[in-house]
């Protein structure tokens, strides 16, 4: 993904507000994957809801800089997912990481409600896959001051 100039604030680097585009622009890709994605949303009886989500800025993106966002399931509920994710640089160091709760939302409430069983089952693979793969050391770090 391309930083684009909009996206660049008074002090000449990426707005705080983009990390967060950038990390949920690499969601949708896993949603995609996992059935979760817009046309799932477009049947009209279900979507997902951001419940939680927590940015930490590791590294300055500037104009010109390249991102991919990464994708780790961490836990899955029969109602929503917990997960983190990366902001890599083309370059391969990590600009943030973000970790957040996902919510299977009922739109006719809207409510939290159960995934159907072939999005669950999608879901609990995804989840066998990367639970062999080391769960990042910053994952539910408590948010603090150093001293």
């Not at 950038?22 to 979507?47: I, N, S």
């Not at 419940?51 to 399931?73: C, D, M, N, T, W």
Request: net charge negative; aromatic share 10%; glycine share 8%.
């Amino acid at each position: 993904m391309d930083i684009k100039p909009e996206w660049i604030d008074q002090n000449g680097h990426l707005n705080m507000a983009y990390y967060g585009v950038l990390f949920d622009t690499g969601v949708d890709e896993a949603c995609k994957e996992l059935g979760l994605g817009w046309e799932y949303t477009a049947q009209g009886t279900h979507t997902t809801y951001s419940a939680e989500f927590r940015i930490r800025y590791r590294q300055e993106l500037h104009l010109g800089h390249k991102v991919r966002a990464s994708f780790r399931l961490l836990d899955v509920g029969p109602k929503a997912i917990h997960f983190c994710q990366e902001l890599i640089h083309s370059d391969g160091w990590v600009a943030a990481t973000g970790e957040g709760i996902s919510l299977h939302i009922d739109q006719s409430g809207p409510r939290v409600a159960p995934y159907p069983d072939d999005i669950k089952a999608k879901l609990d693979a995804m989840l066998a896959k990367h639970a062999q793969i080391p769960v990042p050391d910053w994952v539910g770090a408590p948010m603090q001051i150093r001293k």
